[in-house]
């Protein structure tokens, strides 16, 4: 079991890092074997296994949907668990939609090491990352 300040303190981190675009410090708080599992429908959807992979699949992402983060709505940790909620928006081919979504984070301590991506309305997700 992790100490949930410690998790806190790595979320907060890592999510004050997301809002002012600091690629450094967001791969460098995913361990070396991390694994990302992503759902829907889509060819993205599964684990994808290995920080590359992990963030070859969020390139990916990016270059189908322009993302942006609108607000950080809470930060959770538990003893195994952490939690981001966000608001974010998407925009693809002249749509946009406002999305919140719930990343949720293994972390031993001192890294994610797995994170599942959920979304309020995938079917949403699926047409912005559709291929």
Do not use: N
Request: charged share 30%.
């Amino acid at each position: 079991m992790a100490d949930p300040d410690d998790i806190r303190r790595l979320l907060e981190g890592y999510a004050e890092a997301w809002k002012v675009g600091d690629l450094e410090v967001l791969l460098g708080a995913y361990a070396d074997d991390v694994v990302f599992h992503y759902f829907g429908g889509t060819d993205l959807a599964g684990a994808h296994v290995g920080k590359e992979a992990a963030v070859q699949a969020m390139v990916t992402v990016s270059t189908r949907a322009a993302r942006e983060l609108l607000e950080v709505v809470d930060v959770l940790a538990g003893d195994r668990l952490g939690t981001l909620v966000v608001r974010e928006r998407l925009v693809r081919d002249g749509e946009q939609a406002d999305v919140q979504r719930v990343f949720l984070y293994r972390v031993d301590g001192k890294r994610i090491v797995e994170c599942w991506v959920l979304d309020e309305d995938q079917a949403l997700i699926d047409r912005f990352w559709r291929s």
